[in-house]
């Protein structure tokens, strides 16, 4: 029983270390001012391109518009991973300054990725048992 609740625990939990590291690449690496100054420096470490790459996505909405290709996908397909991929680039471009199409990504994931668990979860046999009506008490 444990094993099945884990195993459609995982998603929602991958989700939650996405959220984190978001997060993090956000407050640590994006807003920083003392990287920002770091890597404005004429000798400027070589991890500076990822982050200008970072800064440059969000500006042209690019994450945006990979979470609602990967909604719309998850839409069309019965794919459960499809739908947790919608939700985590949802989240990823949320929290990365494109709020509007990322909720939107992040809310049709979600739902979507619910919608696929539930569909495939087994019926437990205690809930069987208790909807029988007994003739006699």
Excluded at 60 to 80: E, F, K
């Amino acid at each position: 029983m444990k094993s099945t609740r884990w195993r459609w625990g995982w998603p929602w939990v991958l989700l939650l270390a996405v959220v984190l590291g978001t997060a993090w690449l956000r407050y640590s690496l994006i807003e920083s001012h003392a990287i920002g100054q770091q890597c404005d420096a004429v000798n400027a470490p070589a991890w500076c391109g990822g982050r200008q790459w970072l800064i440059v996505g969000f500006l042209y909405h690019a994450y945006g518009v990979a979470a609602l290709l990967a909604a719309a996908l998850s839409l069309l397909s019965q794919r459960p991973w499809l739908a947790w991929l919608a939700a985590a680039l949802g989240v990823f471009a949320f929290e990365l300054y494109d709020f509007e199409i990322g909720a939107v990504a992040l809310l049709i994931g979600s739902l979507r990725l619910l919608r696929l668990q539930a569909r495939v979860a087994p019926i437990e046999p205690h809930r069987q048992r208790q909807q029988q009506v007994q003739s006699q008490p």
